[in-house]
């Protein structure tokens, strides 16, 4: 008896380390995401650096967490919400890992766009950033708190990115047909909002996986995204 609840101490410890580990990643993936998005509001082209130092440790602790998940699976051979916390646990790593991809991407076309023809700002992409931003912070709040409600409410603003995403693509393309001198600097607006539309995707994969964290269902291709339930109507 003493052993197995050694052992049952050691896994719990264990899911505590994992947590803390990825609870790292989500305040270094929010900051970079802010950085290389207030670059964008700043038309500041010094960001891609420092955020490449912040993605090398995003990276390492991604392949820390992987590490640690197939440990837990291994050794552990954990059932039931033990189970659907560390495979939760290894998507949203996953998950925030790509987002800091995305957020040294938009950096990097800052730094190109300081170098392109100057060009007004878009209140879509300036929208854009608010929403994703937004999402991605809802997102990883939802995570903590166990809060399927919020999680839903997140993955129903993914349309509303999507929309502003080729909103940007028409005044871009039009922006370029009437000055050839704007291409450049359009196609840089234009790879930002691509990277901010997968951004908020990878928000709502995130949101998915709470759900099934919590409820132990699926609500990926909008399945059952809508149902109702306590949290949903308190929001």
Do not use: W
């Not at 994992?18 to 802010?34: D, I, K, N, P, S």
């Not at 038309?43 to 090398?56: H, K, M, S």
Request: with cysteine.
């Amino acid at each position: 008896m003493n052993t197995e609840h050694a052992r049952r101490r050691h896994f719990h410890q264990e899911l505590d380390t994992l947590q803390e580990r990825l609870l790292e990643m989500a305040t270094l993936v929010e900051h970079a995401l802010a950085d290389a998005t207030r670059a964008v509001l700043d038309r500041d082209p010094t960001q891609g650096d420092i955020l490449r130092d912040a993605d090398e440790r995003i990276d390492e602790l991604e392949v820390e967490i992987d590490e640690r998940v197939v440990e837990l699976l291994a050794l552990q051979q954990p059932m039931a919400s033990d189970l659907r916390q560390i495979i939760a646990t290894n998507k949203v790593s996953n998950d925030l890992e790509r987002i800091a991809d995305h957020a040294v991407n938009i950096a990097r076309a800052v730094a190109r766009l300081a170098d392109a023809p100057p060009m007004e700002k878009l209140r879509e992409i300036e929208e854009m950033i608010e929403l994703t931003r937004g999402m991605v912070s809802d997102a990883l709040a939802a995570y903590v708190s166990r809060n399927a409600g919020t999680a839903r409410m997140v993955c129903l603003t993914d349309d509303r990115v999507d929309d502003l995403k080729r909103s940007v693509f028409r005044i871009v393309v039009t922006h370029m047909l009437e000055d050839p001198k704007r291409i450049g600097a359009a196609l840089e607006l234009l790879l930002i909002s691509q990277n901010l539309e997968r951004t908020a995707d990878l928000a709502t994969n995130i949101c998915e996986d709470v759900v099934f964290l919590v409820e132990g269902r699926s609500i990926k291709h909008g399945l059952d995204i809508d149902e109702d339930d306590d949290e949903t109507e308190h929001r």
